[in-house]
Every structure is written in structure tokens, then in C-alpha cells.
């Protein structure tokens, strides 16, 4: 098996791209999945340690705008220029390094193969060979790579016909990239320099050639079949199915269409067209597919799946300065034209060509969209902090992508967003960061996801390219919707329909369709394993993921009961919020584990179909594997049981006392606890260390989250402890800055210490000015204060550890926190959080 898998991993390298993919990454171990014969990739073969890599990165320098060619023009009016490190997390966080406007759909970067690292999931990494210059990507992603495609590539032959396209051509860097928001620069070994910027659906290349001597000319190769591949997991690599390209008859521009199918999320199709022009005509075409070259054949359709085509534009041999504008849709009829349109609504006539205008024009997006909404005085405040803070929310405004209007994929008068990756790992904080500081954005998501569930029956939990695929447990957007409708986001949404859509999920089975990670339901959409839950009350071990399942479960249902309560339909709210506690039904009293270290029991614990608890392959601080065909995902046992905030007394009950609470929560760290049961790159456990609101110990939450904060995240292309997730971790961090983080779906917010002496949030759509202020942050230059002495909201002191989304966020006005040097128990016998919510 591990030999055709090899075998496989080959096929794809060569039969999908150009042509072989030279020096690849190999497999060096797999595993089978024990359920369904799948293999699992472990690893790849590295011929450079951690330690190497990291260094490669810190001899980058993308984090000097004022060195930069537009540094001096842009930085002292776009102050947060200098304090976003687009760099940040592309070392294990797959982080996006490219240009981007806030959600917008273009998202243009390098592509790059033989990468030491492994497969590029955002396009980019540090070392390897680019292959092209695309207008397609996803940030800070799991799974496999998306997209890449659309792409240029620049090279220098003595002519087109001269240009090798038997074999991959790609090129090394010859110094290391250097980028800003909204800028990036790539040198490449053949002595090419190419800066790129973009907006929502276009993106401009500037090139410059150095001066060419006898036969050698300037050339631009467009790649129609060029895209990312994974070559670690290849089981879920995307394959080029069909495309075309023409040239027009000036040798001016060229429009075409390229449709791709399989990746992680869905094996359809998707298909994008484009529209591309040069700012000077190229003086000679050349066609290529399948390794064979047409010179002055100015149009090329593949002609069987899998086939390489493209075209070869030849310049004059004095041009050194060229530039390229490439628009791109999704729209199913008439795409070229509509790719046209959006490159003209994107840069108007007079600044086609203009990269000096399109990094501006794109800065100023993310000026109004997002960083004119934070006000800080960064003179004041630790360098690190600050740097964390704006590298957060940049990394929260990357993903979903708008689509809205003639790029979604059915006529619709509502918005439309895609690339959802994934909500799982998004609604716990994402999501209720958006609803604060881009409200507008928050609502149009909401009725997107009402939309999908309008044409496409249920709302997705992962979707791109159009394709909806993916669950990893519930039907987590009921969770996006209660969060959006309990904080009253109400902007042109819906709400009868949007609790029909949520409906759907809760009482409807969905179609199976048939995943090979796990056969036993389907993981398209809705909830895989909804007739276990409604015949029984759980889910058992007849399905993949039945603890997480059941938990999550739990939490839709209490989604449900939130909008129905408040839509007053008492009946139903009712009917959901006993559901809700049904996860009541695999929290096991007698559960104990085989590592003595932990001398407690009592936890949740899978269940076979008899209703037996099932002992084979279970300890509450094992997972086994954490993935598709296990108990639970991306979490331990020991994680899940925490993860009920809407029946948290109950939970307490069974855990018997306040004590033995606040050990669990110790054990569950390092800080002090034998180990990290948690891992923090995963989100099952983003809301944990702030559960100690419950014992009224606040001070071990400001005091483990400081930790979590000050170790787990960094700064620079190793600042994430994980994959971004879509900017789900750069949200969690985000709100532990702020000094207060939210329960999902509910009108409350769990407190902690803020970070940072002053922060003022404004200009929000439909959310008022919000100060937050921290006295006596600093005991001295060296020292910031952790604990919390008492907090004051708009003048009224405190007598909890929580707040509710009205007490600061309906009206605005001021949350202060008084800090102190010391531990205070400043929350005993204070009133904990809340059973009931604000509906």
C-alpha cells in the first residue's frame, strides 16, 4: 500500500502540472486509517532542522516598509504600515504573505514547489522554487493547498520557441522576498524583479528586466493549468481538468477559463476565467500543451483532463519595464466578460498600470475597512504587544472571501462569501470579533449562509471554490447565526428564514455522500450523524467523531434555542435547550485514566451502540489520533468536557466542587499542571482558560492567559502556535489583548487582563466608540501588571468577572480595569456567570 501510494503521489506530481515536478517532498511515512483503509500522512522527509529553517526566515526582511520602494510614500499616512509583519505565521501558521484587500477575493502571491517544509498551503514558503505568480489563494489553512491558480511566470530565452516546456520551469530566489500591506517583491535567480499589488478581483504585476544582450528576449509565460498540489496528501490534491486561453489579435491581452476539481473540501469542480493585459503588446505568441509548442497559435483548449496548456509572450528585447493587469470571476456565464469588468471596477482607465496607485488604493482599503477602527498610542505601550495586536487583526480580515454579485455562483440579491475554512475553527471567536469591529461584514456573512441554505439546502461548515465540504463535528454556522442575533446584527438579514435554515440542520438528515476519511455518514454539510442524535440523545462509536459530535451537537441545539427564544417561539426554544444538555448523556461519573499523574474521574466518554461506554481505545487524556476516524477531533476528551459554557453549572456539579474544579483547569496547562493537555494550536479548548469565572478565581484566568500569550505566541513568521485557521487563532489572540473574550452564540464576554495601557475602538458600522483602559498597567519600564484590582463599566463598578455585549457594546463608552502587582481575589463571592442570557 505504501508503495502505490507513492506510486500516486507521483502520478499526480507529473500528470497535472506542467510537466514533472522535479525534487518534490516524498512521503517517508504513512499510516492507515485503522476504520476505512485511508492512508494518514505523518511526515515529510526534511533535508533542513526547525532550527535551519527559522533561520532563513530571520534573514528576511519584510518588516522595513520605510526601506521599501513606497516606504517613504506611505508609511508616516498609513501608520499601521510599519507594526503588520505580513510575514507573520507563515512558519507553521500558513499564513497568507501576499496582497489582499479586507475579504476580498484576489488574493495574489508566489507559488512555490520543492519546498523543504512541504506543501505550500497559502502558495508560499521561505525556500523552494516559484512557479508562477497567481491571483488565487487561502490563508492560513489546514487540509491540503487551494487554489494557485491564474498565474504568470516571467523568463528570459532567445525567443519563445526557445523556451523548454518539456520539462517544470521554476525559478529560485535570488534574495529574500520584502513586503507590506498591499506590496510584494520576489527576485528571481534569473535576475527578473517582479512587485505585485491587488485589489478585490484584480492584481497588477510590474516587472523589470535587466538589459538583455544577443538572442535573449523577454518573456511571460501564463500557465492555464498551473495550480497548488499536495504533495503530502495526495488523496486530496487538486487536478487540472480542462481550460483554454486566447490572445488577442494586438498581442495586447489574453482571456481564457481554467476549471480544477478535488482539494480538501469537495471533489467537484470549480472553474474561474480571466482576463489579462499587458501595458505593451508582446511582439510574438507561442502556444503550448502537453509539452509540445504552436509559435503564432494565438488560442488553445485542452484536450483530455489533465492536460498543460498556455501561451509564451515574447517583448522586444530593450523592454525592461512591463506590467500586467489580470482580472478574474467566477461567474458561470459570460466569466471573461465579467473578469473584464471587475479589472476596470477595480483600477480605473488612468491607473491601469499604476503599481504606485494600487498599493495606496489598497492601503487605504485596510485603513477604512479596518486599522482607522484602532486607536492606540503605541508610544506608550510594549513594541511586542502592539506588533501582536496589528498582526491579529490584519490576520482576521483575510477570510471568507467576498464574492457578492456577479461572482457567486447563482443570481442573488444577497451577499455572497466563500472560502469558509472552517467554521468549526472560526465561531468561537472570529466571528464575534467581526460582529464588534466590522458588523457589516458580520451581518452580510450571516445572510450568505442563509443563501447557500436557500439554493443549496444546507448551510456549509468548510467551503471554496463554490463547494461546500468538510464538517468536522457540528453544524457549527447555527452558532455564527445565534452570535450574530443575540448581539442584534440585524442589517437585511432574515431572521424567520435564517432559524429555518438552522432548522434544517437540527431536523433534517442530509443526502450521505460518501468520504473515504470517514464512510459512516456524510461530512458534506449538516449534521452527519442527526438520526443517532434524535433516536438516542448521543451519538455512539457507529459514527466517526462521536464525542466531539455530541458535544457540539449539544452546543447547535443551545444555537437554536437562543433564536428561537428570541424570535418567540417558546415551544421550540424549549425543545432545543433540553437537547442542548444531552450531552449530559456520555459524561461518564466513573471514567478514570490509566495515567496516575491524574487522580480523578469522571469525564466524557464515547458510547458504544448498545449504550455501553466503550473502554477499547479510550483514556480521557488520549485522543489516538485526533482526526477523522477517531472518538474526538483535534481535542482530548479531558478538552471536551469543557467545552459546554451554556451548561456550566451543571458540569460543575458532576465535577463536585469548586477545588476540584480549579485543579481540573490547572492540570489542563503546564503553567501549572504536570503538562499541556491543551494545545493551544487547536480550538476545542480556545475558551478553557477563562472558565475559572465560574469558581470566582479570575486571577488564574488574567494569569494563565498572560502565559498563553507571552509564550505560545510570538512575533515574526513563527508567531502562531498553529495553523491561522482562517485568522481563528489571531482572533483569540486578539480578544485576550482587549482583556476580555466571548462565549459564542451568547451576550456574554468572560474577563482577563488587558495588554495594553489604552485602546479605543471606532468607526465600527453600527457599534458605538469603545475605550479600554488599563491603570497601573506598568509597575515600572520592565514589569506590566497582570491581575485585576477591579473593573469599571461607564462608570459603574463591577461586581462580577463577566459582562454582557449590552453593557458595552450597544451604547459604547468606557471599560477600565484598575491592575495590581498582586493576586486579588477581587471576584469571591461575587455573582459568577450567568445560567441564563440576555436574549
Same mark, same amino acid.
Given at each position: 500500500?505504501?508503495?502505490?501510494?507513492?506510486?500516486?503521489?507521483?502520478?499526480?506530481?507529473?500528470?497535472?502540472?506542467?510537466?514533472?515536478?522535479?525534487?518534490?517532498?516524498?512521503?517517508?511515512?504513512?499510516?492507515?486509517?485503522?476504520?476505512?483503509?485511508?492512508?494518514?500522512?505523518?511526515?515529510?522527509?526534511?533535508?533542513?532542522?526547525?532550527?535551519?529553517?527559522?533561520?532563513?526566515? #530571520?534573514?528576511?526582511?519584510?518588516?522595513?516598509?520605510?526601506?521599501?520602494?513606497?516606504?517613504?510614500?506611505?508609511?508616516?499616512?498609513?501608520?499601521?504600515?510599519?507594526?503588520?509583519?505580513?510575514?507573520?505565521? !507563515?512558519?507553521?501558521?500558513?499564513?497568507?504573505?501576499?496582497?489582499?484587500?479586507?475579504?476580498?477575493?484576489?488574493?495574489?502571491?508566489?507559488? +512555490?514547489?520543492?519546498?523543504?517544509?512541504?506543501?505550500?498551503?497559502?502558495?508560499?514558503?521561505?525556500?523552494?522554487?516559484?512557479?508562477?505568480?497567481?491571483?488565487?489563494?487561502?490563508?492560513?489553512?489546514?487540509?491540503?493547498?487551494?487554489?494557485?491558480?491564474?498565474?504568470?511566470?516571467?523568463?528570459?530565452?532567445?525567443?519563445?520557441?526557445?523556451?523548454?516546456?518539456?520539462?517544470?520551469?521554476?525559478?529560485?530566489?535570488?534574495?529574500?522576498?520584502?513586503?507590506?500591506?498591499?506590496?510584494?517583491?520576489?527576485?528571481?535567480?534569473? #535576475?527578473?524583479?517582479?512587485? @505585485?499589488?491587488? $485589489?478585490?478581483?484584480?492584481?497588477?504585476?510590474?516587472?523589470?528586466?535587466?538589459?538583455?544582450?544577443?538572442?535573449?528576449?523577454?518573456?511571460?509565460?501564463?500557465?492555464?493549468?498551473?495550480?497548488?498540489?499536495?504533495?503530502?496528501?495526495?488523496?486530496?490534491?487538486? #487536478?487540472?481538468?480542462?481550460?483554454?486561453?486566447?490572445?488577442?489579435?494586438?498581442?495586447?491581452?489574453?482571456?481564457?477559463?481554467?476549471?480544477?476539481?478535488?482539494?480538501?473540501?469537495?471533489?467537484?469542480?470549480?472553474?474561474?476565467?480571466?482576463?489579462?493585459?499587458?501595458?505593451?503588446?508582446?511582439?510574438?505568441?507561442?502556444?503550448?500543451?502537453?509539452?509540445?509548442?504552436?509559435? @503564432?497559435?494565438?488560442?488553445?483548449?485542452?484536450?483530455?483532463?489533465?492536460?498543460?496548456?498556455?501561451?509564451?509572450?515574447?517583448?522586444?528585447?530593450?523592454?525592461?519595464?512591463?506590467?500586467?493587469h489580470v482580472g478574474i470571476s467566477f461567474k458561470k456565464n459570460e466569466g471573461v466578460k465579467a473578469a473584464k469588468q471587475n479589472s476596470l471596477n477595480d483600477y480605473p482607465e488612468g491607473s491601469r498600470f499604476n503599481l504606485t496607485w494600487s498599493v495606496e488604493s489598497s492601503l487605504e482599503a485596510w485603513n477604512k475597512?479596518?486599522?482607522q477602527k484602532v486607536e492606540v498610542n503605541t508610544d506608550d505601550e510594549d513594541p511586542l504587544i502592539v506588533s501582536k495586536l496589528y498582526n491579529s487583526l490584519y490576520g482576521t480580515h483575510l477570510m471568507p472571501s467576498n464574492k457578492s454579485g456577479e461572482d457567486a455562483p447563482w443570481e442573488t440579491g444577497e451577499p455572497?462569501?466563500?472560502?469558509?475554512?472552517?467554521?468549526?475553527?472560526?465561531?468561537?471567536?472570529?466571528?464575534?470579533?467581526?460582529?464588534?469591529?466590522?458588523?457589516?461584514?458580520?451581518?452580510?456573512?450571516?445572510?450568505?449562509?442563509?443563501?447557500?441554505?436557500? $439554493?443549496?439546502?444546507?448551510?456549509?461548515?468548510?467551503?471554496?471554490?463554490?463547494?461546500?465540504?468538510?464538517?468536522?463535528?457540528?453544524?457549527?454556522?447555527?452558532?455564527?447565526?445565534?452570535?450574530?442575533?443575540?448581539?442584534?446584527?440585524?442589517?437585511?438579514?432574515?431572521?424567520?428564514?435564517?432559524?429555518?435554515?438552522?432548522?434544517?440542520?437540527?431536523?433534517?438528515?442530509?443526502?450521505?455522500?460518501?468520504?473515504?476519511?470517514?464512510?459512516?455518514?456524510?461530512?458534506?454539510?449538516?449534521?452527519?450523524?442527526?438520526?443517532?442524535?434524535?433516536?438516542?440523545?448521543?451519538? !455512539?462509536?457507529?459514527?466517526?467523531?462521536?464525542?466531539?459530535?455530541?458535544?457540539?451537537?449539544?452546543?447547535?441545539?443551545?444555537?437554536?434555542?437562543? +433564536?428561537?427564544?428570541?424570535?418567540?417561539?417558546?415551544?421550540?426554544?424549549?425543545?432545543?435547550?433540553?437537547?442542548?444538555?444531552?450531552?449530559?448523556?456520555?459524561?461518564?461519573?466513573?471514567?478514570?485514566?490509566?495515567?496516575?499523574?491524574?487522580?480523578?474521574?469522571?469525564?466524557?466518554?464515547?458510547?458504544?451502540?448498545?449504550?455501553?461506554?466503550?473502554?477499547?481505545?479510550?483514556?480521557?487524556?488520549?485522543?489516538?489520533?485526533?482526526?477523522?476516524?477517531?472518538?474526538?477531533?483535534?481535542?482530548?476528551?479531558?478538552?471536551?468536557?469543557?467545552?459546554?459554557? @451554556?451548561?456550566?453549572?451543571?458540569?460543575?456539579?458532576?465535577?463536585?466542587?469548586?477545588?476540584?474544579?480549579?485543579?481540573?483547569?490547572?492540570?489542563?496547562?503546564?503553567?501549572?499542571?504536570?503538562?499541556?493537555? +491543551?494545545?493551544?494550536?487547536?480550538?476545542?479548548?480556545?475558551?478553557?482558560?477563562?472558565?475559572?469565572?465560574?469558581?470566582?478565581?479570575?486571577? $488564574?484566568?488574567?494569569?494563565?492567559?498572560?502565559?498563553?500569550?507571552? !509564550?505560545?505566541? $510570538?512575533?515574526?513568521?513563527?508567531?502562531?502556535?498553529?495553523?491561522?485557521?482562517?485568522?481563528?487563532?489571531?482572533?483569540?489572540?486578539?480578544?485576550?489583548?482587549?482583556?476580555?473574550?466571548?462565549?459564542?452564540? !451568547?451576550?456574554?464576554?468572560?474577563?482577563?487582563?488587558?495588554?495594553? #495601557?489604552?485602546?479605543?475602538?471606532?468607526?465600527?458600522?453600527? +457599534?458605538?466608540?469603545?475605550?479600554?483602559?488599563?491603570?497601573?498597567?506598568?509597575?515600572?519600564?520592565?514589569?506590566?501588571?497582570?491581575?485585576?484590582?477591579?473593573?469599571?463599566?461607564?462608570?459603574?463598578?463591577?461586581?462580577?468577572?463577566?459582562?454582557?455585549?449590552?453593557?458595552?457594546?450597544?451604547?459604547?463608552?468606557?471599560?477600565?480595569?484598575?491592575?495590581?502587582?498582586?493576586?486579588?481575589?477581587?471576584?469571591?463571592?461575587?455573582?459568577?456567570?450567568?445560567?441564563?442570557?440576555?436574549?
Amino acid at each position: 500500500m505504501l508503495k502505490l501510494m507513492l506510486l500516486l503521489s507521483i502520478w499526480i506530481q507529473t500528470s497535472h502540472c506542467l510537466v514533472i515536478v522535479r525534487d518534490a517532498p516524498v512521503v517517508d511515512s504513512m499510516a492507515l486509517d485503522d476504520d476505512h483503509n485511508v492512508p494518514r500522512f505523518k511526515h515529510y522527509q526534511r533535508d533542513q532542522s526547525e532550527a535551519e529553517i527559522a533561520a532563513l526566515y #530571520n534573514s528576511w526582511d519584510g518588516l522595513k516598509p520605510a526601506e521599501t520602494r513606497f516606504g517613504d510614500v506611505f508609511s508616516s499616512k498609513y501608520q499601521f504600515l510599519d507594526k503588520v509583519d505580513v510575514f507573520y505565521g !507563515t512558519l507553521g501558521g500558513h499564513m497568507f504573505p501576499g496582497t489582499a484587500v479586507p475579504f476580498g477575493m484576489c488574493r495574489m502571491g508566489v507559488d +512555490v514547489i520543492n519546498s523543504k517544509r512541504g506543501d505550500a498551503y497559502s502558495g508560499f514558503q521561505p525556500d523552494g522554487s516559484i512557479v508562477g505568480i497567481s491571483m488565487l489563494h487561502e490563508s492560513g489553512t489546514g487540509g491540503a493547498p487551494t487554489y494557485g491558480a491564474v498565474s504568470q511566470l516571467p523568463m528570459i530565452a532567445s525567443g519563445s520557441n526557445a523556451v523548454d516546456v518539456t520539462q517544470q520551469i521554476s525559478f529560485q530566489r535570488k534574495v529574500p522576498d520584502v513586503a507590506h500591506v498591499g506590496y510584494y517583491k520576489v527576485e528571481l535567480s534569473n #535576475n527578473i524583479s517582479v512587485e @505585485f499589488s491587488s $485589489k478585490e478581483r484584480s492584481g497588477l504585476y510590474e516587472y523589470t528586466f535587466p538589459t538583455l544582450q544577443g538572442d535573449d528576449k523577454p518573456i511571460i509565460m501564463v500557465n492555464v493549468s498551473q495550480h497548488l498540489h499536495s504533495f503530502g496528501r495526495p488523496w486530496w490534491t487538486q #487536478n487540472f481538468k480542462s481550460g483554454h486561453i486566447t490572445a488577442s489579435s494586438d498581442l495586447k491581452s489574453y482571456r481564457g477559463k481554467v476549471t480544477i476539481d478535488g482539494g480538501w473540501t469537495d471533489k467537484g469542480e470549480w472553474t474561474v476565467s480571466f482576463y489579462g493585459e499587458f501595458s505593451k503588446r508582446a511582439r510574438r505568441v507561442t502556444s503550448f500543451r502537453n509539452g509540445r509548442k504552436i509559435p @503564432f497559435l494565438r488560442r488553445m483548449n485542452s484536450l483530455t483532463d489533465g492536460s498543460d496548456l498556455g501561451l509564451l509572450f515574447e517583448f522586444d528585447q530593450d523592454t525592461t519595464l512591463l506590467q500586467s493587469h489580470v482580472g478574474i470571476s467566477f461567474k458561470k456565464n459570460e466569466g471573461v466578460k465579467a473578469a473584464k469588468q471587475n479589472s476596470l471596477n477595480d483600477y480605473p482607465e488612468g491607473s491601469r498600470f499604476n503599481l504606485t496607485w494600487s498599493v495606496e488604493s489598497s492601503l487605504e482599503a485596510w485603513n477604512k475597512q479596518l486599522f482607522q477602527k484602532v486607536e492606540v498610542n503605541t508610544d506608550d505601550e510594549d513594541p511586542l504587544i502592539v506588533s501582536k495586536l496589528y498582526n491579529s487583526l490584519y490576520g482576521t480580515h483575510l477570510m471568507p472571501s467576498n464574492k457578492s454579485g456577479e461572482d457567486a455562483p447563482w443570481e442573488t440579491g444577497e451577499p455572497y462569501y466563500d472560502d469558509w475554512f472552517t467554521i468549526w475553527d472560526t465561531f468561537r471567536c472570529l466571528h464575534p470579533l467581526i460582529n464588534i469591529v466590522s458588523q457589516d461584514h458580520g451581518a452580510a456573512m450571516v445572510r450568505s449562509l442563509i443563501d447557500i441554505w436557500e $439554493k443549496e439546502g444546507f448551510m456549509p461548515d468548510g467551503r471554496s471554490g463554490d463547494r461546500s465540504g468538510r464538517t468536522q463535528g457540528g453544524s457549527n454556522s447555527d452558532i455564527v447565526l445565534a452570535d450574530a442575533f443575540i448581539k442584534n446584527v440585524k442589517e437585511g438579514i432574515d431572521w424567520e428564514k435564517g432559524f429555518q435554515a438552522m432548522s434544517t440542520n437540527a431536523e433534517v438528515e442530509p443526502p450521505y455522500i460518501e468520504d473515504p476519511m470517514a464512510r459512516d455518514s456524510t461530512n458534506k454539510f449538516g449534521r452527519g450523524a442527526l438520526k443517532e442524535w434524535l433516536q438516542l440523545g448521543y451519538v !455512539t462509536r457507529k459514527y466517526s467523531r462521536s464525542v466531539t459530535r455530541t458535544m457540539e451537537y449539544s452546543y447547535n441545539d443551545f444555537a437554536l434555542y437562543i +433564536v428561537a427564544k428570541g424570535l418567540g417561539k417558546t415551544e421550540l426554544a424549549q425543545r432545543y435547550l433540553q437537547r442542548s444538555k444531552n450531552w449530559r448523556n456520555i459524561w461518564n461519573p466513573e471514567a478514570v485514566s490509566a495515567n496516575t499523574k491524574y487522580n480523578y474521574k469522571g469525564f466524557v466518554q464515547p458510547k458504544n451502540t448498545d449504550g455501553t461506554f466503550a473502554t477499547e481505545r479510550y483514556d480521557p487524556f488520549s485522543c489516538f489520533g485526533c482526526y477523522w476516524a477517531d472518538d474526538e477531533y483535534e481535542g482530548k476528551p479531558v478538552e471536551y468536557g469543557w467545552t459546554v459554557p @451554556f451548561d456550566m453549572q451543571e458540569l460543575q456539579k458532576y465535577i463536585g466542587s469548586d477545588a476540584m474544579f480549579e485543579k481540573r483547569l490547572d492540570d489542563m496547562y503546564a503553567l501549572h499542571g504536570h503538562e499541556n493537555l +491543551v494545545n493551544i494550536g487547536n480550538e476545542p479548548s480556545f475558551l478553557t482558560p477563562y472558565l475559572y469565572a465560574y469558581i470566582n478565581r479570575q486571577d $488564574k484566568t488574567s494569569e494563565l492567559v498572560d502565559w498563553i500569550v507571552n !509564550t505560545k505566541f $510570538k512575533t515574526g513568521p513563527g508567531g502562531l502556535p498553529g495553523n491561522s485557521d482562517a485568522g481563528a487563532m489571531q482572533a483569540w489572540l486578539t480578544f485576550a489583548l482587549m482583556g476580555f473574550y466571548p462565549i459564542a452564540g !451568547t451576550d456574554m464576554y468572560l474577563l482577563t487582563s488587558p495588554k495594553l #495601557n489604552y485602546l479605543k475602538l471606532k468607526n465600527m458600522p453600527n +457599534v458605538p466608540e469603545v475605550e479600554i483602559v488599563a491603570h497601573n498597567l506598568y509597575s515600572d519600564d520592565h514589569t506590566r501588571n497582570i491581575f485585576i484590582q477591579k473593573v469599571v463599566i461607564n462608570g459603574q463598578e463591577l461586581s462580577r468577572n463577566w459582562f454582557r455585549h449590552s453593557d458595552l457594546f450597544e451604547k459604547g463608552g468606557k471599560i477600565e480595569y484598575f491592575m495590581s502587582e498582586t493576586a486579588l481575589n477581587w471576584d469571591t463571592g461575587k455573582e459568577s456567570p450567568p445560567k441564563e442570557f440576555n436574549v
